[in-house]
Structures are given as C-alpha cells and as structure tokens.
C-alpha cells in the first residue's frame, strides 16, 4: 500500500514537473512594453526597457517584479514603476510614471533637488531655477536617489498635500515654483507659504483640516483684488474659528515673518 502511494506520489510530481517545464518553455518572453500613465511626460519607454533587464526569449514565470522595479528607479530615480503585466503568451508590459522637478531644501551648505516623488535627483551649492524651496522641520536626507524624508514623515505629507492641491488648481509642477517662493514647516502647527508675489499665506491647521485651510487662504490669494488684499505684500491668515468653521483674515503689516518665525524670509 505504502509503495502504491509513493507510486501515485512521484507519478505526480512529475506530471506538475512536466508542466512546469513545458509552461518555462512556451510562455517566453517575445516582446517587452512600456507605457507612461501621463502624455505630456517625457518618453522613456525605451530606457525603461532597457533599464528593466528583462531579455527576450526568457521564461515569463522567471521575471522577479520587484528586481525589474529596483532596477528601473534606480537608474532613473524620476521614473516610478507602477505595476508589471505579464500578457500571456509571450508580452511583458512595464507601466510607469515620470515625475516632475518639483522642490528643493538646503542642507548644510547644500541644495538638495526633488522631483515630486519626494525623492532627490540632484544637489548643488546654491538655489536652483524651476523649484520652491521648503524649509524642513525635522531630519532630512542627503543621499541622490533617497526619499528626503520616509513616507509617514511630517514634511514629507505636507508636501505632498500641497503639490496635489496646487495641481487641483490646474499648475504645472513648473508653474507652482513659478508662484511659490517657499514653503515653511519650522513652526509646529504652522505652515508659511511665501508667493514670489510677496504676499504669504499661513495656515494655522496641519492635520486633516490643512488642504481645505490652504484652499481657502490659496483662493483669498488669487481673488486678492476684490477683497482688498495685496499680492505683493502682508499675510492672509487661516485657521479654524471657535465655532469650527475656517477663517480668513489679511493682515497688511510688514515684518510677519521674521516677528513669528525670528528669521529673516
């Protein structure tokens, strides 16, 4: 009895062997894709193929996802991997994200340049054109091709919020460092925005009241002439009132910045 189902054992084993070999053998790989998920971003598909190493006429049950993913990003740290289809019979199809210059923070006596990502594409020794400067308030990192801070980090969020808001306003990457000189994260609580205009807008809420607070003091900002506030000048404050509803109030005074945060902006 023992000897039969060892018998029917092995006589399975090796069927699912055969079919193992047999899948290696038919589903190789014939041609490898890759797609931008946005049209106005640069075309990489072919250094993403290239950079993927995944070779024609390997076997498709061999293609390890996160290897090609680490491979990709870290030969072009502005390009996210956001998935890897395998299209049976023969296809494999990269789908990725190229993403924009974005901000920059000093420090030390260095710039570090980030893509949107958050992640840092390059450093340099003073200010660069076609990025807004953020002002940490906690540890960053130095290294190209890290992300500046981790994915649950205070800055980290508050940049992200702010870039996804800004773009719901329909700016460009480029056209919202065109607009914002700097985005401070020093003062708990607080978050200063510096427009290259002049004016700032405080947001005194950095929880899940922060992206309706900044819309509010973004739009007060943009509608400045009919509510009689000065782009080039002052501060437009936004909190949340005692009967929990947002406010809104301009205050025209020069000197706002360095009297709350004891430096200069």
């Excluded at 049209?39 to 190493?53: C, R």
């Excluded at 260095?110 to 340099?124: D, L, N």
């Excluded at 306003?169 to 020093?186: E, L, M, P, Y």
Aim: aromatic share 14%.
């Amino acid at each position: 009895m023992r000897n039969k189902r060892l018998i029917i054992l092995l006589s399975v084993v090796a069927v699912l062997v055969v079919f193992i070999i047999a899948g290696c053998a038919t589903f190789l790989v014939r041609d490898v894709e890759a797609y931008g998920y946005y049209e106005n971003a640069p075309d990489y598909d072919g250094k993403v193929i290239e950079a993927s190493g995944i070779k024609k006429n390997s076997s498709m049950f061999f293609i390890k996802d996160s290897a090609v993913k680490n491979r990709i990003e870290n030969a072009y740290y502005n390009v996210e991997v956001i998935n890897i289809e395998r299209k049976f019979p023969d296809r494999v199809s990269i789908n990725y994200i190229v993403h924009d210059n974005a901000f920059q923070y000093l420090s030390g006596n260095t710039y570090y340049q980030c893509y949107s990502s958050g992640r840092i594409g390059s450093s340099s020794d003073v200010e660069q054109f076609g990025f807004f400067t953020i002002k940490p308030s906690s540890a960053v990192a130095t290294t190209l091709g890290a992300y500046f801070q981790n994915s649950d980090g205070y800055d980290r969020v508050l940049t992200g919020k702010f870039i996804e808001y800004m773009r719901s306003t329909g700016k460009s990457d480029w056209q919202i460092a065109d607009s914002v000189r700097f985005v401070d994260f020093t003062r708990s609580g607080y978050v200063f925005i510096k427009t290259v205009a002049g004016c700032g807008v405080e947001v005194r809420g950095t929880g899940e009241e922060f992206s309706e607070l900044l819309d509010k003091g973004w739009s007060a900002f943009m509608k400045s002439d009919s509510l009689g506030i000065s782009q080039v000048s002052g501060v437009i404050r936004v909190g949340v009132g005692a009967d929990g509803n947002p406010t809104v109030v301009y205050s025209p005074e020069d000197g706002y910045y360095e009297k709350y945060y004891g430096v200069s902006a």
